[in-house]
């Protein structure tokens, strides 16, 4: 599997916007990039995914860079609630498994 | 509610042990994966199945196996348990496999304490 790299921690004030990047450098051209969340005592939650073009859902946008091999995934205005580890994941269109990293930990302060 | 639904959510036993634990995925969803999260480990993939077949595995061990039964609910079963099994266990189901469009949606977990 394709390996993601991002930052351990992150820390964000209430309202603002949140930009937790994520790195891929060795994605395929069929490896679309995911992102999870998992917020304390819960199961992880599916955010988003893309594959070339910007998304944008009701969580969040996902900007992905034109070479791929990075993106960022953009939470528009942070709330408490979005304190969660954000988990960067490449899954191939046919792919099976799906590989959690270490993630990012986002703070929110008040 | 993801309408994943595991059973127990929480379960204390004691070493050389055997456990079940089971999920019911989201209605019509093929799918159903088995993940691990321990403190010092985060969340390790197990298996997956699909429609009843073993589709991937993980670095799940050999006193742990799996299966997905006809009405696609699956069970986990975990035996000779030691305290290193301690984690919380996790089930998620999706539609298909693809990246593509393969949400997953995840259960809250089954918290396995073993001493």
């Known amino acids: 599997d394709a390996k993601t790299t991002q930052p351990n921690s992150m820390e964000s004030n209430e309202e603002e916007p949140v930009h937790l990047p994520c790195n891929h450098s060795?994605?395929?051209?069929?490896?679309?990039i995911h992102w999870y969340r998992q917020l304390p005592s819960q199961g992880p939650e599916y955010v988003i995914h893309g594959l070339t073009s910007n998304v944008n859902n009701r969580m969040a946008s996902l900007a992905i860079a034109e070479d791929r091999k990075s993106s960022t995934l953009i939470l528009h205005r942070a709330t408490l609630r979005d304190a969660a580890v954000y988990y960067c994941?490449?899954?191939?269109?046919?792919?099976?498994?799906?590989?959690f990293g270490a993630g990012t930990i986002l703070r929110v302060k008040s | 509610d993801s309408g994943v639904t595991q059973t127990p959510k929480h379960l204390i036993t004691a070493t050389g042990q055997r456990v079940t634990l089971r999920c019911s995925p989201r209605?019509?969803?093929?799918?159903v994966y088995w993940y691990q999260q321990s403190l010092d480990q985060g969340l390790q993939f197990l298996i997956q199945y699909y429609n009843g077949e073993e589709r991937a595995k993980g670095n799940i061990l050999e006193r742990f196996s799996a299966q997905q039964f006809p009405d696609l609910h699956s069970e986990l079963n975990l035996s000779s348990l030691e305290l290193g099994d301690s984690a919380l266990y996790f089930c998620?189901?999706?539609?298909?496999?693809?990246?593509?469009?393969?949400?997953?949606?995840f259960g809250e977990g089954s918290r396995l304490t073993v001493l």
């Open positions: 209605s019509g969803d093929l799918s």
């Open positions: 994941i490449l899954r191939m269109e046919y792919g099976n498994k799906l590989v």
């Open positions: 060795t994605i395929s051209g069929t490896d679309y």
């Open positions: 998620a189901s999706s539609a298909t496999t693809s990246g593509r469009t393969g949400e997953l949606f």
